[in-house]
């Protein structure tokens, strides 16, 4: 069962916006991170936040996390066409794995 | 700098044949796990190693065997391929807590006719 969900599924924007995607989750957590997956490769870590931060940057990506509202978001700034892939957030962590949402395919147009 | 190595990349397998997937870390990871990824239904936990010398179920273990061979390697047997096991399986790699990320490999696609 998928403890975070991705809002919206999918996104298309044009080059040089800026692209939010959205997560949501069930349970109390420790920590939530970000995954890219280009079309046919594995996932690619971007970030983790832990449940103590409220708002955390790398690069252009800017990540917040409200526990109250079990709520993540995930901003990527001045979009570019390397940027067209799918975004995951996950959950959990431990050793017994973590729990990936079903994710958004994000589509930059030229 | 090779991170989590897959193998195969493809495989097609009619039903009922058996087959391993191959997986290996050079990261001194002792945390391992293999999930598969369908469509519109995200990755899903199948098996899990804490260190080597054990394992534990996922979420959708039903049809499949693994072996924690070493602290590098772990795999993941189909004994007896079903359509339903047509999916693209992943393999990861963490250090102890996990909150470094996950490492995965770059996927085996697997088709079972």
């Known amino acids: 069962s998928q403890q975070g969900e991705e809002d919206p599924q999918a996104l298309s924007i044009q080059e040089g916006e800026n692209a939010t995607m959205n997560c949501s989750y069930k349970t109390s957590i420790n920590n939530l991170q970000w995954y890219r997956q280009n079309s046919g490769r594995g996932l690619v870590h971007l970030i983790l936040?832990?449940?103590?931060?409220r708002e955390k940057h790398s690069g252009r990506l800017r990540v917040t996390l409200d526990t109250s509202k079990k709520s993540s978001s995930l901003l990527i700034t001045a979009s570019r066409a390397a940027d067209t892939a799918s975004y995951f957030c996950a959950t959990g962590g431990g050793a017994d794995g973590l729990t990936f949402g079903k994710g958004t395919h994000l589509i930059i147009q030229p | 700098n090779a991170g989590v190595t897959q193998t195969p990349k493809f495989q097609v397998l009619k039903t009922g044949q058996s087959m391993t997937l191959q997986c290996a870390q050079d990261?001194?990871?002792?945390?391992m796990y293999w999930y598969r990824q369908d469509p519109g239904m995200g990755l899903r936990l199948i098996y899990y190693s804490a260190s080597e010398g054990t394992t534990d179920k996922g979420e959708v273990p039903n049809g499949y065997n693994v072996s924690r061979l070493n602290k590098r390697e772990f795999s993941l047997r189909l004994e007896s391929a079903a359509p339903s096991q047509t999916s693209v399986y992943f393999c990861?790699?963490?250090?102890?807590?996990?909150?470094?990320?996950?490492?995965f490999g770059s996927g085996t696609r697997l088709t079972v006719v």
């Open positions: 936040i832990r449940s103590n931060e």
């Open positions: 990261m001194n990871h002792n945390s």
């Open positions: 990861a790699s963490t250090e102890r807590g996990g909150e470094s990320g996950y490492t």
